[in-house]
C-alpha cells in the first residue's frame, strides 16, 4: 500500500499563487492514478484535480478549471498541484489520494486507495 505525505500548503493571498506537493513511498508509483481532493469545514470532500498513472489523461473540476494544474513526476514519485489565482474559496484542507483502477481519474473519495493527510490552504483577501 503506497503511502502519500502532502506538503506546500500555507497562507497566501488572493490572487497569489500556492504548489502543492504529494510524496509517495512503499509502492511502485506508476501504478497509480492520483488525485487532489479538498475538504472546507462544514463540506463534504470534494474533487479538485485527477491525473492518469503516466499523466496522459487529466481531469479537473470547474471551479479551478483554468487556475489549478495537476503534474506528476514518477521518477520522484511526486504529484503536484500548482494553484493560481487563488480565491477565498479556495480554503480548505487539501489530500492527495492514490489509486489502482485504471483508466481515467476518478472523481469520487471512495474510488481512492490510499490518502495523505491533508495540507491547509488558506486564501486571505
Known amino acids: 500500500q503506497v503511502q502519500l505525505d502532502e506538503s506546500g500548503g500555507g497562507l497566501v493571498q488572493a490572487g497569489g499563487s500556492l504548489r502543492l506537493s504529494c510524496g509517495a513511498s512503499g509502492d511502485t508509483f506508476s501504478r497509480y492514478a492520483m488525485g487532489w481532493f479538498r475538504q472546507a469545514p462544514g463540506k463534504e470532500r470534494e474533487f479538485v484535480a485527477g491525473?492518469?498513472?503516466?499523466?496522459?489523461?487529466?481531469l479537473y473540476s470547474d471551479v479551478v478549471k483554468g487556475r489549478f494544474t495537476i503534474s506528476r513526476d514518477n521518477a520522484k514519485a511526486t504529484a503536484n498541484l500548482q494553484m493560481n489565482s487563488l480565491k477565498l474559496e479556495d480554503t480548505a484542507v487539501y489530500y492527495c489520494?492514490?489509486?489502482?483502477?485504471?483508466?481515467?481519474?476518478?472523481?469520487?473519495?471512495?474510488?481512492?486507495?490510499?490518502w495523505g493527510k491533508g495540507t491547509q490552504v488558506t486564501v486571505s483577501s
Open positions: 489520494a492514490a489509486d489502482l483502477t485504471r483508466g481515467a481519474p476518478k472523481i469520487r473519495p471512495y474510488e481512492y486507495d490510499s
Open positions: 491525473i492518469s498513472s503516466f499523466g496522459v489523461i487529466t
